[in-house]
């Protein structure tokens, strides 16, 4: 199976997946013909793959903050940032879970990616809201830390009248918010701004693999490395 997807100046791209092998992989055409495809893996090279990685979250993150305010576009969470529509909060609760624990990741060491970011990539006034959304990540999404962002208290709960002969109940008072913004900037203001300094580096990496590894080997160099002309699909 394949998703086609077609770029400019007649360029088309292939993504493959073959359900048998499991493994995945893009053919490339320019005009209908295929064209060498090159892997490379230099330091840069899995420096770019490594932020292409972190943009991606960043993409994911972006996407549920976005859902949250088509699902909440008045600000109908309480202070206490539970929300009483609980089919609709219990949603917006797992995307901003989510949110919170892959923005996390991007800032924290992860297998399979040779770098993470640093807070002094972003400008000075989103540092503020960035350790604010780490805390919660830290102490909401990932556990239950000193804050007490979740706590519950067992109660009993007596009648009015002493005389009652009716038996007590105990109660459980669940304390769990749902999602918290309690920050002049917003968490998805926050997450454009990294995104758009991601992209920043993604280009100046992506020109440096250029002009130090492939331009200065020449054109006849790396199609000696493609070995031989690839066979035109039908």
């Not at 990616?113 to 990932?142: C, I, T, W, Y």
């Not at 008072?173 to 917003?186: G, S, V």
Request: with cysteine; glycine share 4%.
């Amino acid at each position: 199976m394949a998703r086609k997807t077609k770029l400019k100046n007649s360029w088309e791209i292939h993504e493959i997946f073959e359900p048998d092998t499991k493994a995945r992989y893009n053919k490339y055409f320019h005009k209908r013909k295929r064209a060498p495809r090159i892997e490379l893996d230099s330091k840069l090279s899995q420096q770019l793959a490594a932020y292409t990685l972190i943009e991606k979250d960043l993409r994911n993150v972006l996407a549920w903050l976005g859902e949250i305010e088509k699902m909440d576009p008045n600000g109908n969470v309480s202070p206490s940032g539970i929300g009483n529509d609980r089919n609709t909060f219990n949603l917006i609760k797992g995307l901003y879970v989510g949110a919170l624990t892959i923005y996390g990741k991007c800032f924290t060491s992860c297998d399979g990616r040779r770098l993470k970011l640093q807070k002094k990539v972003m400008d000075k006034e989103f540092r503020e809201l960035h350790e604010h959304v780490m805390h919660m990540r830290h102490n909401f999404a990932a556990h239950s830390g000193s804050d007490n962002f979740e706590e519950v208290k067992v109660v009993l709960v007596l009648y009015p009248n002493q005389r009652s002969n009716d038996k007590p109940f105990i109660y459980r008072e669940l304390m769990q918010p749902d999602y918290i913004e309690t920050t002049e900037i917003r968490f998805i203001d926050l997450v454009k701004h990294l995104q758009s300094k991601v992209n920043e580096k993604i280009k100046v990496v992506t020109d440096k693999i250029f002009e130090d590894e492939v331009a200065t080997k020449g054109k006849d160099f790396w199609y000696k490395r493609a070995n031989k002309p690839l066979k035109q699909d039908s």
